[in-house]
């Protein structure tokens, strides 16, 4: 039977063996775009080079990416929703289109020296065409020339079989997503009548059009082509489970659950969803610690201490205090998890103490908080948004907390009116900016990646100016303007910023070719470049990808930036700022 581990290692070997080139798993923080706070797809970091960016890896790529939904944690506690996943997927960017893609697929998925998924156990979706786009034949011809019968295919709309853009224009297309039956007896039918016997684990994404200012649909002169295979639900398929937690994935943490507790995780559909909700939301949460995620009121920190708070909430429901659950919970998710992302098991001690500190700060109140609740429910039966809003101020009450809670109670309890009223009262500028990946490519824009350029080129007139004792510590770039923190323990004098500045646009003037290089660490540094030589995701097969800028600047980087510095124009630093200790933060923007 194939573990997880097994079928990540084949995906890669298979598209290996068609040309594809392997490239690192991203954080699950997306580097330099603030407009979503997770990856949340495969394609996410590739965006800039689905829109014509050459990538320094070639036309064909094939990854592993860990990804976190939030969009999904309603979901969570079902048989195929999780917060974090992994996606498998391959790219051809401007190279293969359908008809490799979908052959590659269905070879994947079915031969025996592959996955040896029978096809019948298969069905598969369509674009059916609208009054604006054709039904998209050319993959409906492709799955049945590979043998597929036509009941095992439905041709769905906009809303099921179609992509894209990601902003108001761009490259946009079908897609053909491929389920698989989780259903009791005999597959039957399809996806067509949205049934959930049909466990979707695949999808191909074409993009086949380019979406202009009036609406219309230009045919690109190349298709790409994005997919996204799930890796947990993969294994549900392959491993013939009912659901992802009796994964190999899950059950250790599961074990433990009931170890823990004395109760059995069978006993009661109440039981088995608290156990999973933990078991989901502290694999999250370590995640997120490893790829520097805090606990905080805004961004990522908030999405992570309301993970953390909602477990807290459930593991106490069953009897179980932080103290005696986070480190043999994290134990267990590091072991499932180790092969595929190994800083995992180097950051244990610090995901034990981050999550411990966190979950202890929340314990402190949620008993008072609980107390709370039980009064306002005796005396109202009902929980308004402003009593919501109440148990969040004083006791840190997630909103989801107290959904949960009043459900429990027996109360339907409206959600979206319930959320509404919630954020009435809540301080807006808090939430932080959780939007949909449809900002992402919108800022992707070239303003963006010219300051991606820029912080380059401002990195390395640091470390001239102040020293080689400059490192980068965090940098956050939107259209606007570009945020770099770096170490350096006292306030930059007025001289030295003009300096830097100067220097910079010196640089830019310079018109620097931008080219990228994959170099071993060795030659890197021989090179003389800059930057997380120690990021074992910056590497693939032993080479690391270095930006260079002339002779000027070199960095570990994964991109995009612009071609010439020279198109940057100029800069200007804006503030300069203590950020933290020991860490200072410029702001600069073009001009
Ligand atoms: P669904 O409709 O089931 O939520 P989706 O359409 O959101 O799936 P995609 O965005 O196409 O899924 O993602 C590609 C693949 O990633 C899916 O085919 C699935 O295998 C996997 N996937 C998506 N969301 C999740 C999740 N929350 N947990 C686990 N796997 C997921
Ligand atoms: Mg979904």
């Known amino acids: 039977m194939l573990s997880a581990n097994e079928l990540r290692k084949k995906y890669l070997a298979f598209f290996l063996s068609k040309g594809h080139a392997e490239i690192p798993s991203a954080s699950v923080v997306p580097e330099n775009d603030p407009t979503v706070l997770f990856t949340t797809a495969g394609m996410h970091p590739l965006v800039p080079y689905l829109l014509g960016e050459p990538h320094p890896m070639g036309k064909r790529l094939v990854d592993f990416q860990r990804c976190i939904r939030t969009g ?13 996943f992994t996606m498998l997927g391959n790219w051809s960017l401007g190279d293969y289109f359908k008809k490799e893609s979908i052959e590659w697929s269905f070879e994947f998925l079915t031969r025996a020296d592959w996955l040896n998924i029978p096809l019948e156990q298969l069905s598969f979706t369509v674009f059916e065409g609208d009054e604006n786009t054709p039904f998209d034949q050319e993959s409906y011809d492709h799955w049945i020339r590979l043998g597929v019968s036509p009941e095992r295919i439905a041709k769905l709309g906009k809303e099921d079989n179609w992509w894209g853009p990601a902003g108001k224009t761009g490259p946009c297309g079908p897609d053909t997503e491929i389920f698989y039956w989780v259903g009791k007896g005999e597959p039957q039918g399809n996806k067509g009548s949205h049934s959930k016997d049909w466990m979707e684990i695949w999808n191909n994404v074409f993009m086949q059009f380019s979406k202009q200012e009036d609406g219309s649909l230009k045919p690109l002169e190349k298709g790409s082509v994005d997919t996204g295979m ?32 004395g109760f059995e995780y069978a006993v009661s559909d109440e039981m088995k969803k608290s156990m999973r909700i933990i078991a989901d939301h502290l694999r999250a949460a370590s995640i997120m610690f490893m790829d520097g995620v805090e606990p905080s009121n805004k961004d990522q ?3 992570l201490r309301r993970l953390i708070r909602r477990a807290i909430r459930h593991a106490k429901k069953i009897g179980i205090d932080a103290q005696r659950l986070v480190s043999p919970i ?12 190994p800083i995992l098991a180097e950051k244990k001690d610090k995901i ?59 109360l339907e309890v409206d959600r979206s009116a319930f959320e509404a009223e919630f954020k009435k009262h809540q301080d807006l500028s808090r939430q932080g900016a959780e939007k949909k990946f449809a900002g992402g ?3 992707h824009s070239v303003k963006t990646t010219k300051l991606h350029t820029a912080t380059h080129l401002l990195h390395q007139a640091l470390r001239e100016v102040l020293g080689p004792h400059v490192e980068q510590k965090g940098s956050n770039i939107t259209a606007e303007r570009l945020r770099f923190d770096f170490s350096h323990g006292e306030k930059m004098t007025p001289e030295q910023i003009k300096k830097v500045e100067d220097i910079v646009n010196e640089q830019i003037k310079l018109d620097h070719k931008v080219y990228a290089e994959q170099l071993t660490v060795e030659e890197a540094k021989a090179r003389g470049a800059i930057g997380l030589f120690e990021d074992k995701y910056a590497q693939i097969g032993g080479k690391i990808n270095v930006y260079f800028m002339g002779d000027y600047s070199k960095e570990i980087c994964g991109g995009p930036h612009v071609q010439h510095t020279g198109e940057l124009g100029g800069i200007k630093i804006a503030k300069e700022e203590a950020s933290s200790a020991g860490v200072r933060r410029i702001k600069a923007i073009l001009g």
């Open 352 to 410: 034990v103490s981050g999550l411990l500190a966190e979950a202890q700060k929340f314990e402190k109140t949620l008993a008072q908080g609980l107390r709370e609740f039980s009064k306002l429910w005796e005396k109202n039966k009902t929980i308004s948004g402003e009593d919501a809003f109440n148990l969040y101020q004083s006791y840190g009450f997630p909103l989801e907390v107290t959904h949960e809670l009043a459900h429990e109670q027996g």
């Open 230 to 261: 799930g890796l947990e639900r993969t294994i549900v398929a392959l491993q013939h489970r009912n659901n992802v937690y009796e994964t190999e994935l899950f059950t250790g943490i599961l074990k433990q659950l009931e170890e823990l507790s």
């Open 330 to 341: 994290v134990d267990e998710v590091v072991s499932s998890l180790n092969e595929a992302y």
């Open 72 to 84: 999904d944690i309603d979901d969570v506690g079902d048989d195929t929703h999780l917060t974090f």
């Open 301 to 303: 920190g908030y999405i």
């Open 441 to 443: 490519l919108a800022d």
